[in-house]
């Protein structure tokens, strides 16, 4: 096998955060003559990038090693050898216990180790069993190199960037805080360089990311420290650079210059994911969110007066453990008081470690289901309402990628909807004004307008 030859396959699960970090460790293996594959059946290292959130999650890295488990024996029947690894949340949390369970798993490394990858993986390849789930002290993202071959290959019009890694919020449900260690925010000046270089690769929209990424409070490039508010200014001033997003926001952290950053900086799209989890002040309390329903509430109507038109998207964990049915419906009158454009809703998951797996009145999992589809229904309704409410009207889309019929683009609005529709490909990359003439539950369809459109122009106005 020569050095040029080696064939990476990683699959990732979980959130934005591991599709970041899944580029970042194919960066890091890149020197050491990895390329990533489409398919696991010719790779020399398997990755599986897991998830740790709830136990379904957690639970599928085991079937998938299984899975992965034929290949390497297939493969070790043609002379091949081939090397599992186990990254990611499941790794930081079980450790060891992942090579007990699976002895044929080689490695398994925590998200803070991904920049000592090639050393790790040199040891398994001599055939030692690694295990690497320390906090280092220093920062792995001065370690990971910037413009690699994978960041080359696979630039887009869209983007990750991690900006802020971990948590200190410890809500009594979450594993994160376990998982990814404490917070740390990336210094401005770092976030820039690679904003800079995404867009000089063809990037056109950034998400910044961090599990808690308006708590992002990192150096500033001129000495003192900067809020996510005037790194979103910052940004906004690369040329070339059309779009920014971030997420995930804690309601705690929405200070006042972040809100006015939706008013003012006109490349921030007027999208926000801010999950609530509960609508119930006694629910919140159990969870650990530090806030109460009233500040949320509060919160919302300040970032609408802010940005009008802004759509807003939740997280909701329903069963809580001595959530009744009055808690419940207080959830459900939050919903209907706010209006989401899009939401993620689940099932409670009692998590290993967590102060809420041993709470009292846990909910049995029927009622939990129960109430998931009440909520759900709810959610989809309103979903379903606020693509409606879009048809007729004009949206900027940036078109991404090329859709699943010949001839079809497929592209995002400012509110996040995939939009479909018919365009040449040389437009990708490129924000266009699309009419939106039907919507889907989860997207849209529309046409490039034509000259007599010109004297109707429909712009979107608040949604709710
Ligand atoms: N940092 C984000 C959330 C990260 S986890 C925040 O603070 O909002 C993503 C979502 O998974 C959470 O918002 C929550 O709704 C859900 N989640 C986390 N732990 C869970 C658990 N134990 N059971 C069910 N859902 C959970
Ligand atoms: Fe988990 Fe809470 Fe931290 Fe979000 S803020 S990552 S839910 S502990
Ligand atoms: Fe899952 Fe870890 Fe993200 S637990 S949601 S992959 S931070």
Redesign the pocket.
């Known amino acids: 096998m020569t050095a040029s030859s080696k064939k990476l396959f990683v699959k990732t699960f979980g ?1 934005q955060m591991n599709v970041y970090d899944s580029g970042r460790m194919a960066d890091a293996l890149a020197p050491a003559g990895f390329v990533r594959t489409e398919t696991p059946d010719d790779a020399d290292l398997i990755i599986l990038n897991t998830c740790h ?2 136990e379904k999650a957690a639970e599928k890295v085991y079937s998938e090693v299984g899975r992965m488990r034929g290949i390497k024996q297939a493969r070790r029947g043609a002379g091949q050898e081939t090397l599992i690894a186990v990254a990611g949340c499941v790794a930081q949390a079980e450790g060891e216990e992942i090579v007990r369970r699976a002895p044929v798993v080689d490695l398994v490394f925590g998200p803070q180790a991904y920049h000592r990858l090639p050393a790790l993986v040199g040891r398994a390849q001599r055939g030692e069993a690694v295990v690497d789930t320390d906090f280092p002290a220093e920062d792995k993202f001065d370690h990971l190199p910037g413009a690699s071959p994978e960041r080359i290959r696979t630039a887009g019009p869209t983007a990750f960037l991690t900006i802020q890694e971990g ?1 200190d ?1 410890f ?1 009594t ?4 805080p376990y998982t990814r260690g404490a917070e740390v925010s990336r210094p401005a000046a770092a976030i820039m360089d690679e904003a800079r270089r995404l867009v000089e690769l063809g990037t056109r929209e950034i998400t910044l990311l961090g ?2 990424v308006n708590a992002w409070h990192g150096a500033a490039p001129g000495g003192g420290e900067w809020g996510l508010g005037r790194l979103l200014h910052a940004l906004a001033g690369i040329d070339g650079l059309e779009r920014l997003r971030y997420t ?3 309601p705690r952290d929405m200070d006042d210059e972040l809100i006015a950053a939706h008013r003012d900086v006109p490349q921030l799209m007027p999208f926000l994911h801010l ?1 609530v ?1 509960s609508g119930c002040d006694r629910v919140l309390a159990l969870m650990n969110r530090r806030h109460r329903r009233s500040d949320y509430l509060r919160l919302v109507d300040r970032i609408r007066k802010a940005r009008p038109d802004i759509a807003l998207s939740g ?3 329903v069963g809580f453990p001595g959530e009744d049915e009055v808690d419940f419906e207080d959830t459900m009158e939050l919903v209907r008081d706010v209006g989401y454009a899009q939401a ?8 290993p470690g ?1 102060p ?1 797996a041993t709470m009292e009145d846990q909910v049995p999992d029927e009622v939990r289901g129960e109430r998931l589809n009440r909520l759900q229904a709810l959610l989809r309704h309103q979903q379903h309402n606020f693509n409606e409410g879009c048809v007729g009207t004009r949206l900027p889309v940036l078109l991404e990628r090329p859709g699943r019929k010949v001839g079809q683009l497929v592209g995002r609005s400012p509110y996040l909807q995939p939009v479909n529709v018919d365009a040449d490909a040389a437009l990708l990359g490129e924000v266009i004004e699309v009419v939106i003439e039907e919507a889907g539950p989860n997207s849209l369809f529309g046409r490039l307008p034509q000259v007599r459109d010109e004297a109707n122009p429909v712009v979107m106005e608040s949604r709710f």
Request: proline share 7%.
């Open positions: 959130c959130i709830r948590c919020k809500c449900f979450c594993v994160v599990q808690n995930t926001s804690h999950p989890q997280d909701f964990i993620f809703s689940f099932k409670y998951s009692p998590r967590t809420g």
